[in-house]
């Protein structure tokens, strides 16, 4: 004999259905976030925590920043962008600096300013501090189709392209380019790079 199935039991299996579609449903949402999430923080941008005072008074220590990946994909770094590079002398190191020298320029410190071509840097308005070391740049030195000569603002609390563990940096080896400021709460905004 067979048994008849009850109202009840109708709602039931309903309740089970909606609960088995609602899980589902969720499930899928949550992959699909996950999934921007990775794309995201892979391949568009990522959080960087400012590592001590070589960027002061434009960054302070602990301040958090996102980095943008996508636009020298497409473009050029740009002279005084702030970027995020990779240090090679240690894994998971990078270091936050402005990028001073261009592709192709000759740079050298002379009495403690920058000069780019032969030519007084006088445009800069971020580096005020007189360099006390000159370092690596005390000699001329010419950079590559892909490289880059860094400095922090805080010039003589950096180390960056002026020393021999630093040196030019090349694009390869830029993650992208700092362009917000997002931690302390009363601090959040853009950076300035020009």
């Given at each position: 004999?067979?048994a008849l199935?009850?109202?009840?039991?109708?709602?039931?299996?309903?309740?089970?259905?909606r609960?088995?579609?609602?899980?589902?449903?969720?499930g899928?949402?949550?992959?699909?976030?996950?999934?921007?999430?990775?794309?995201?923080?892979?391949?568009?941008?990522?959080?960087?925590?400012?590592?001590?005072?070589s960027?002061?008074?434009?960054?302070?220590?602990?301040?958090?920043v996102?980095?943008?990946?996508?636009?020298?994909?497409?473009?050029?770094?740009?002279?005084?962008?702030?970027?995020v590079?990779?240090?090679?002398?240690?894994?998971?190191?990078?270091?936050i600096?402005?990028?001073?020298?261009?592709?192709?320029e000759?740079?050298?410190?002379?009495d403690?300013?920058?000069?780019?071509?032969?030519?007084?840097?006088?445009?800069?308005?971020?580096?005020n501090?007189?360099?006390?070391?000159?370092?690596?740049?005390?000699?001329?030195?010419?950079?590559?189709?892909?490289?880059?000569?860094?400095?922090?603002?805080?010039r003589?609390?950096?180390?960056?392209?002026?020393a021999?563990?630093?040196?030019?940096?090349?694009?390869?080896?830029?993650?992208?380019?700092?362009f917000?400021?997002?931690?302390p709460?009363t601090?959040?905004?853009?950076?300035?790079h020009r």
């Amino acid at each position: 004999m067979r048994a008849l199935r009850t109202e009840k039991d109708k709602d039931t299996d309903d309740l089970r259905r909606r609960w088995l579609y609602n899980l589902l449903d969720w499930g899928v949402y949550i992959l699909i976030v996950g999934v921007l999430a990775f794309l995201l923080l892979g391949y568009v941008a990522q959080r960087t925590l400012v590592d001590g005072t070589s960027m002061n008074p434009t960054l302070q220590h602990k301040d958090s920043v996102l980095v943008e990946k996508l636009s020298y994909r497409f473009g050029e770094p740009k002279r005084y962008d702030i970027v995020v590079f990779r240090y090679l002398h240690q894994d998971n190191t990078y270091y936050i600096k402005r990028i001073i020298g261009l592709p192709g320029e000759t740079v050298q410190i002379i009495d403690g300013y920058v000069y780019i071509n032969g030519e007084r840097l006088k445009d800069e308005v971020y580096g005020n501090d007189v360099m006390i070391s000159a370092g690596r740049a005390a000699e001329p030195i010419v950079l590559g189709q892909y490289e880059y000569f860094v400095l922090g603002d805080n010039r003589n609390g950096s180390s960056d392209s002026r020393a021999d563990s630093v040196g030019n940096v090349t694009k390869s080896q830029i993650v992208g380019k700092a362009f917000v400021r997002i931690w302390p709460l009363t601090e959040i905004g853009f950076l300035k790079h020009r």
